[in-house]
């Protein structure tokens, strides 16, 4: 599908690749850690980590030569993926059940929270959700795609 939220979901959209990308930027990097922190089959945490690496999210570094072991690290293209847990996780924290008590709080890597905004990237000013708007692209290709304005 020519859209670019469809082509992110095939790649990291199933439950288990977001919180293996969760974890990864929480330091983990090993498949006994993955393993044990999610409670993940080990067949799937394979086919998982196979997906994330062949998608460039994880890279395989190896850690130990006999046996032969690997530490899974985020890549820079996964370290963009930020912005999308960031994304979530405030929306988790507003609309499901950890609403008023967040499991996580992210922050300026002290005790400050941060939050996530939009701002027109031209000025650099915040822009209120209200006024955004989806718009056509330059690869736009299917008329059905193109959301149409409330005028």
């Known amino acids: 599908m020519n859209c670019s939220v469809a082509q992110t979901l095939e790649v990291v959209g199933d439950w288990w690749s ?7 930027f929480f330091g983990i990097s090993r498949f006994e850690d993955f393993q044990g922190r999610l409670g993940i089959a080990r067949n799937t945490l394979t086919d998982r980590l196979e997906w994330l690496c062949r998608h460039e999210i994880l890279e395989r570094v190896p850690y130990q030569q006999h046996p032969v072991r690997y530490d899974y690290v985020l890549t820079s293209k ?14 988790g924290d507003r609309w499901t059940a950890t609403a008023g008590s967040p499991p996580v709080v992210a922050t300026d890597g002290g005790r400050d929270p941060v939050e996530l905004r939009i701002v027109n990237s031209r000025t650099g000013r915040r822009v209120p959700r209200s006024r955004v708007r ?3 692209g330059s690869g736009a290709r299917d008329a059905n795609m193109v959301p149409r304005t409330n005028a």
């Open 18 to 24: 977001l919180l293996i990308v969760r974890d990864a």
């Open 78 to 91: 996964g370290r963009d993926l930020e912005t999308l847990l960031l994304a979530m996780l405030a929306w």
């Open 134 to 136: 989806m718009l056509a």
